[in-house]
């Protein structure tokens, strides 16, 4: 081996410093044990026969593997294959193996079925519960997974096709082939509702279904047009919205035929989307594609709404689980990180910062599971009348409180925060989605308008639910008088919306943590958040307010 002429400059290139002052990787955890409040809130809303199956998936979930599996899936974006090599179609939609290994846990651990096929005391509870643990590891994959658990309502809708389709919906198994759902016994469903000239207003659709036969309780249509956002386009089959000559009905559409041909359900292409990346998104025409009718021709809209208000509640705990994880990760980071010759977490001014995370954070999830509790519940009229308001509220509230909060906890982080090596680009990236599709920001609004127009009682028994803290707290009590003014106030109600939506989300969520069982969090809540003037920033929490048993409370446990 030659000798350098430098040997100075070798030792010091080869020895140039040690590494100080950078948190442990957070991972090798349990996701579960580390977050009292969802700890608290498993027995409070009725799930508490189901602890270890949370703490089996808190283990899974936190652990080194599983969380690779989502880094994976994200830098390996999925790719669209139209053909095969001899010129044949195929719209095959190719993914990274870490996405269907993470497709595999989840159907496995039943996300997509376990209240439908296993129902009881806490079903819905602990699914979101365990759902909540999941998406903290990787979202997009989450898309297909939600889709196939609400799909379930309106499957059932036509005996013929549930008595087919739904053993093999509700199997905990994934078959992620590219082959027809006759050769399958493991099924996931999407939705395909968006055209280019209308999402929110399906009505606007031109896709028109034209009548075939009617055999064996199938009534069969060949469809015609095109859909804008096709997600999860692998899904074994979709329901979908067309014209029917009675108006705007809804189909199952397959992938593939029953004879095994395919079905024209044409992929143009990928959507190149900012985020949720690990998740395909696509552009589909339908040239022919046979499809069969799900409840009655010209009532599509009110066949599918079911479905639809299950992927709102799902986006719910899909933001709940971003925010957990941005707390989480930010806490942790601030925990082992010195400035100024002390921990981040011990200076007061990152203290009003992760704490205002981590009451967001809580106050979403109290909110998620008090809808899932109400799933749970559902034979009970009054319960039903507040999953149907509770759900535009709390995911109009919650999936847009979710991105600002995502860039807090990536800013605590610092620079490093930033980088894609660690989870929070892919947090923020993500965070905008659920506010987005499945019906965005506006359109909740107009739906709790509709509702308070249409369905009086529900607004009576969302307020009833509220006002169960009467008394616990006076800021709560001065809020509650204030809401019930601007409830009164008939005028101009599209206009402001947002305001009373707004309003009736904090009144929910402030009741929700009064009646909890941690003060410090529901006296912060209140204090921050039911205060005329009330700031726009995390990290803007009034004096007097426990951060430190906040942040205790709300740290990973390693
Ligand atoms: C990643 C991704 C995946 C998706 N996957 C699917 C899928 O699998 N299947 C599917 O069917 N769709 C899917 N979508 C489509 C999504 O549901 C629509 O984008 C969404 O419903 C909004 O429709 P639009 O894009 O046509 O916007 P528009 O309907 O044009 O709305 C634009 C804006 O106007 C607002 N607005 C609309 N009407 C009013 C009003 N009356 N007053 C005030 N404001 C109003 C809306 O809130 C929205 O902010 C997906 C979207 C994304 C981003």
Not at 21 to 36: A, K, V
Not at 218 to 233: D, N, Q, R, T, W
Not at 385 to 408: D, F, M, N, S, V
Request: proline share 5%; net charge negative; with cysteine.
């Amino acid at each position: 081996m030659a000798t350098s002429r430098y040997p100075q400059a070798e030792k010091a290139l080869a020895d140039t410093h040690e590494v100080q002052n950078q948190p442990p990787l957070l991972e090798d955890y349990n996701t579960y044990l580390g977050d009292q409040a969802a700890q608290e809130m498993t027995a409070r809303f009725g799930a508490g026969r189901h602890e270890q199956a949370l703490i089996d998936h808190g283990a899974l979930t936190g652990s080194a593997a599983m969380i690779e599996l989502g880094f994976q899936a994200n830098a390996h974006k999925p790719e669209l294959h139209t053909h095969d090599r001899r010129g044949h179609r195929i719209d095959e939609v190719r993914f990274h193996p870490a996405y269907h290994q993470l497709m595999q846990t989840a159907l496995e651990q039943g996300l997509h079925s376990s209240p439908w096929t296993d129902p009881g005391p806490g079903a819905h509870v602990k699914r979101a519960l365990k759902y909540y643990l999941h998406a903290q590891v990787e979202a997009a994959h989450g898309c297909p997974v939600t889709m196939t658990f609400a799909a379930m309502p309106t499957l059932r809708k036509n005996k013929a096709i549930a008595e087919d389709w739904l053993p093999k919906v509700f199997a905990r198994a994934y078959d992620g082939r590219n082959v027809p759902y006759t050769h399958k016994q493991a099924l996931t469903l999407g939705m395909a509702m968006t055209e280019k000239q209308g999402g929110s207003d399906v009505r606007a659709n031109t896709t028109v279904a034209h009548p075939l036969e009617t055999r064996g309780g199938l009534k069969s249509y060949e469809l015609v047009g095109h859909k804008y956002f096709v997600s999860a386009p692998m899904s074994d089959a979709f329901l979908v919205l067309a014209q029917a000559p009675e108006g705007l009905s809804c189909f199952l559409l397959p992938r593939w035929r029953p004879d095994g041909s395919k079905n024209p359900l044409q992929i143009q292409r990928l959507k190149n989307k900012m985020g949720n990346v690990a998740n395909a998104s696509s552009e589909t025409e339908l040239r022919g594609a046979l499809a069969w009718l799900i409840g009655e021709p010209g009532r599509g809209v009110r066949t599918i709404i079911e479905m639809v208000a299950l992927t709102r509640y799902d986006c719910m705990i899909g933001s709940s689980a971003g925010m957990r994880q941005a707390t989480a990760q930010a806490i942790h980071h601030c925990r082992h990180r010195k400035a100024f010759g002390a921990a981040l977490s011990e200076q007061p001014l990152m203290q009003n910062v992760l704490a205002d995370l981590a009451l967001e954070s809580e106050a979403a999830l109290a909110y998620t599971l008090r809808m899932a509790q109400a799933l749970d519940n559902a034979d009970d009229e009054n319960e039903q009348r507040l999953i149907r308001i509770g759900t535009a509220i709390g995911k109009y509230w919650i999936c847009k409180r979710t991105p600002q909060h995502a860039y807090e906890a990536m800013e605590c982080i610092g620079g490093s925060g930033l980088m894609e090596d660690c989870i929070m680009p892919r947090l923020f990236r993500e965070s905008p989605v659920n506010a987005i599709w499945e019906g965005s920001g506006n359109i909740q609004c107009l739906d709790v308008l509709r509702s308070m127009d249409k369905e009086p009682d529900a607004l009576e028994v969302f307020m009833a639910e509220v006002s169960l803290a009467a008394g616990a707290h006076p800021l709560f009590d001065d809020f509650m008088a204030s809401l019930q003014e601007e409830l009164e106030e008939t005028d101009n109600l599209s206009y402001r919306a947002r305001t009373l939506t707004e309003h009736l989300a904090l009144a929910m969520q402030a009741s929700l943590l009064l009646r909890g069982s941690n003060m410090a969090v529901a006296d912060a809540f209140c204090q921050s958040r039911l205060q005329p003037g009330i700031a726009l920033n995390y990290g803007n929490l009034p004096a007097g307010v426990d951060c430190a048993a906040i942040i205790e409370r709300a740290a990973p446990v390693q």
